[in-house]
């Protein structure tokens, strides 16, 4: 195995191709791969036949020093990676006792009868090693031939995501590979546009030789990875210009690394053990969603309202009727009853509200659709921002969303500034 | 141009490799062809930089008559997709002004400066058409050259789609595509597992020549596509074949065709003119939000209330607080307690609980991690529903959505019985 490894992974499974899900899987192990220095040269995603997997699989395996597959494990008829490959590689299958008692057990443990199709799952090409699956019926196959690496896995995430941590990962590092340290240095930004960053931190990076720089735009946010694959700089190099980076961005700077924006917030407000109700109308549970897919998120999160129409704010969140009938539901008023009204309710030290007209109904005016108007409430005072954004209803309220947390995260930076005011009872 | 085109899709970006981003421009195209009987051959997600498009590129270009690329228009120094191409095509970029124009206004009208670096975008193939882009700068491209057909769309999904939708097509149909019929026919069904579902339509399916059965499973809705694609079948025997299928499934068909399930349940009560509120505790606004996806949702969907934690279950919901301390938060209790809670705050018709242990913390021996209970109230009478799930905490949070969902429909089904019996006031 040469110290860089020429990897491929190939997604097998027609409902890729025909839109039934997103390829979670090449995001899900670029990202692992990615960050232990292992590149991914090229993502195939083909059809789970004979004749197609037999056109394609033969080249990646020849062109690669390890070859990632995923899905065509399953039970059905139409499953037919296994036998394929085991052909193409001129390995035999192998029944193995073992793998049928613990489908067995699996479908006892449900109460459910094991079917006959589940029998073709119990085969491995002669010379594998099984991946135990903890969470379904079909193995996972990991097999070295030819000085190259094979490794199949199941296609529901659920199954593959803990194969690869336990199972695969410890058998890649017998095999001399690193999963310990991270490989680039990642800068997570929100505020500015792909280019107005670019443009903002090229006098920094574009002198230097040696650095890899990539940018990426994710529903407002921009990430910035700094690396140096040919090893010219060293990792206190990067690190260095990665500083001069952030300084350059002030709070336009979310962190290093990989957390979401509710994440940022969720540390910040946890390291002072203040606590955070949400009210929002237009992205209907999402800005909630995004704290509670913290593990331990109810530490700081008292809960949330969703309120799609006047009556429920008033009633849930105590937003006046006159300010209903006088600016509106989408109106900064109503953003700055709804976030007053949640942390009084659920009696927290902060509150975030959402307001807007999602699309494609809806709008005025004044207020188009793609209005969003935010709202903040702390200790100290109550504020409000008013935002536009273009685009489908599902991106207006992804956007919405991070915008709300980019400003709470802006808002709790200057956190201990308000509290020293709080505490000598000075009003701003 | 071929009856049935050649096509493949070919995904620049390097963030997709490195696991930046899911993959959503393949799911959202390839459900796009394959409902109006265009199959993508085969993706390639590839790294923008111009070797790899020099080794891959051609390639597709030679084995297909249409290929679509995505991503690598922006107007950052990496994005270099656009002269490669043309250089592969041995064709000269030109100026256009009206682009230039056009991204200028763009800029103003956010009141921006447009940058030096947006400039490139001005320049398309020789003999390109420009796909004009509404929400972004990136212009995409349109090319006819030796029978075939190039299609260039930007990477951002909110620019991709519209552009899609509006531009692309008719173009594709002045070619005598047709983007009007479906192709194949899809049940969409909850309850059963894939092989279970496969086991039992088997007696119908199994003996049908020319027909093409697939299955795709995801957070429990297993779908089924039913298609001839090489004509042997007419619409009318498939259509037939469907409806076997739907009867013999009973109540675990869920619809013809691709809608979700909260759309399903918002169908049935838009009918019946009834309103819906909802309280989640793990879930953690996910629930709503998977009711406000759907445009129109407030004409059913009142509210909801994420309660984290038992203060909040108490104020916001009235859930007494003897059933936290008698049974936990996580139990058929507190379920009913919850769900009657919030319909009578948000004086709904109906409403829906879940709560439960998502993970990876929490859980009790009787409760373990994925223990999940769901509550269902109408006017005559509430019922609650215990389900364990197996995976992490995100699976577990999809599938218990779903899971409430599809207990809703199911109830929803049984609503002319209860109306009739709530009508003549007999109790059940």
């Not at 394609?56 to 494990?73: A, E, P």
């Not at 957390?259 to 053990?273: N, T, Y």
């Not at 802006?410 to 701003?428: H, M, P």
Request: include cysteine; proline fraction near 4%; glycine fraction near 10%.
């Amino acid at each position: 195995m040469s110290v860089q490894p020429k990897l491929e992974i190939i997604n097998l499974g027609d409902e890729l191709l025909i839109g039934i899900r997103e390829n979670g899987h090449l995001a899900y192990l670029g990202d692992q791969l990615t960050r232990f220095g292992l590149e991914v040269q090229r993502n195939l995603v083909i059809r789970d036949n004979p004749e197609d997997i037999k056109r394609f699989f033969k080249d990646s395996w020849d062109q690669n020093d390890i070859v990632i597959t995923t899905g065509g494990l399953g039970p059905t008829s139409d499953d037919l990676t296994r036998e394929t490959i085991a052909s193409l590689l001129n390995l035999e299958l192998e029944f193995h006792e073992e793998i049928r008692q613990r489908i067995e057990d699996r479908f006892t443990k449900m109460g459910r009868t094991m079917t006959d199709n589940n029998l073709k799952q119990c085969y491995l090409p002669k010379g594998a090693v099984e991946l135990v699956n903890q969470f379904g019926t079909a193995p996972g196959i990991f097999l070295k031939k030819d000085g190259k690496i094979l490794i199949m896995l199941p296609g529901p995430s659920q199954e593959l995501r803990p194969m690869w941590n336990k199972r695969v990962i410890p058998l890649l590092e017998e095999e001399g590979m690193n999963f310990t340290d991270q490989a680039y240095l990642q800068l997570r930004t929100y505020g500015l546009g792909e280019s107005a960053l670019e443009s903002r931190l090229n006098p920094i990076l574009e002198s230097i030789e040696g650095l890899r720089v990539s940018f990426c735009f994710h529903h407002g946010i921009v990430d910035l990875r700094l690396s140096s694959p040919n090893g010219g700089l060293s990792t206190e190099e990067i690190e260095k210009i990665g500083e001069q980076c952030r300084i350059e961005l002030g709070d336009d700077f979310v962190c290093y690394g990989h957390h979401s924006l509710a994440k940022i917030a969720f540390d910040q407000m946890r390291g002072v053990e203040k606590t955070l109700a949400i009210a929002e109308s237009c992205t209907g549970g999402l800005l909630s969603d995004a704290f509670t897919n913290i593990p331990g998120a109810s530490k700081i999160f008292a809960g949330g309202v969703v309120c799609y129409n006047n009556d429920a704010k008033i009633e849930m969140l105590d937003v006046p009727e006159s300010i209903l009938t006088q600016h509106g539901a989408v109106s900064a008023e109503c953003a700055v009853a709804m976030v007053t009204g949640v942390a009084e309710r659920f009696s927290t030290d902060y509150g975030l509200s959402i307001t807007g007209f999602a699309g494609p109904g809806g709008g005025t005016p004044e207020n188009p659709v793609g209005t969003i108007y935010l709202g903040y409430y702390s200790q100290v005072g109550v504020w409000s921002q008013k935002l536009v954004f273009s685009g489908e209803r599902l991106t207006v309220k992804e956007r919405a969303v991070h915008a709300a947390l980019d400003f709470l995260r802006r808002k709790l930076i200057r956190y201990r500034v308000e509290d020293f005011l709080a505490a000598v009872g000075t009003s701003r």
